[in-house]
């Protein structure tokens, strides 16, 4: 049995638009750093370093990375001790799977540890006990992604079932992370408890809508289905400038452009690879023009698992 391991996992959109909760997908960058090491201890003891490292709890069932850990461990019925060091390249708070990342990350490399007895598969719901601390809600549009990369829809939690969904061939993804934070936890209890049957009715068909243009590589169809009628008509008010950042979009070669997961983060789909450079342009100008620092990322779907280093 291995003695310590470093896992790279990466960032992840979740909801893209028309998929509140069941729909994400994996990013090439940016991602976070975990290294596993066993201790003599039977304490998980973490530390943390990197953006905004000092935001990040300690506490093993505070912190997303140990929840997860001791999630697994559970469930094996191991008390061995870990140090564990989180190597943040995500901004917490930041919408594009912070949590996940580092939870992704700590689970597969526990699961390494332990010679693999889950597949990647069954430890989404340990990486879920991680997210879980992170935004008080059991869900795994972020998580999911984040171990098994590609393009993931949550057809139902109870049981569990996850879809693949294909990758279009020219998809290219946009991420413009906005330099500050929305707490996630906050962030979901302002959603309302209940939405109209139109709404409902009319957020369906457009994810089944986003589904079928993905296997179609219809961008036309899938420009159309990305709408969010539940989450960014609320969310889209906790961020300066969304509004104009939209307008001025509209006329680029852009499929859609939304809120990633809580936020801030803002991301835009396109077929493109020149448009994707301007869009990315657009949306961090606008930033500046608030006096809002930010950073953006361009990147093709990440089709591959968490990645051993």
């Known amino acids: 049995m291995k003695n310590k391991i470093k896992v790279r996992a990466n960032a992840s959109i979740a909801n893209i638009s028309c998929g509140f909760d069941c729909l994400g997908l994996s990013i090439k960058e940016p991602y976070d750093e975990v290294s596993l090491e066993f201790n003599e201890s039977k304490k998980l ?15 093993p069932e505070k ?3 140990g929840k997860a850990v001791l999630s697994f461990l559970n469930s094996i019925g191991e008390n061995k001790g870990l140090n564990i060091h989180i190597k943040k390249g995500i901004p917490p708070g930041s919408g594009i799977g912070s949590s996940a990342s580092s939870a992704a990350a700590a689970v597969v490399g526990i ?3 332990f010679n693999k007895p889950y597949k990647l598969e069954q430890l989404i719901f340990h990486g879920m006990a991680g997210e879980e601390v992170a935004s008080g ?10 171990i098994l990369g590609g393009i993931r829809l949550i057809r139902s939690y109870e049981p569990l079932e996850i879809l693949n969904l294909p990758i279009p061939k020219k998809l290219i993804c946009v991420v413009v992370l906005p330099n500050f934070s929305i707490n996630t936890y906050d962030a979901r209890n302002m959603l309302p408890k209940k939405v109209s049957l139109k ?13 079928i243009a993905l296997y179609q590589e219809n961008y036309e169809l899938m420009k159309r289905s990305m709408v969010d009628l539940f989450a960014e008509p609320v969310r889209g008010k906790l961020i300066p400038g969304y509004e104009k950042i939209q307008y001025h979009l509209k006329d680029e070669e852009i499929i859609g ?10 991301f835009a789909l396109t077929n493109n690879m020149d448009a994707s450079k301007k869009i990315k342009a657009i949306i961090i100008d606008e930033f500046k023009k608030i006096g809002i620092d930010s950073i953006g990322y361009i990147s093709n779907v990440q089709n591959s698992p968490p990645k051993i280093v």
């Open 45 to 59: 003891l973490i530390t943390v370093s990197g953006i905004k490292s000092e935001l990040i709890p300690v506490n």
């Open 257 to 266: 452009c939304g809120i990633s997961g809580s936020g801030p983060a803002i």
């Open 111 to 113: 699961n390494e540890l």
């Open 199 to 211: 709404s409902a009715v009319e957020q369906a068909g457009n994810l089944a809508g986003f589904t």
């Open 137 to 146: 809600s059991f869900h795994a549009d972020n998580i999911a992604p984040a």
């Open 63 to 65: 912190n997303t990375a």
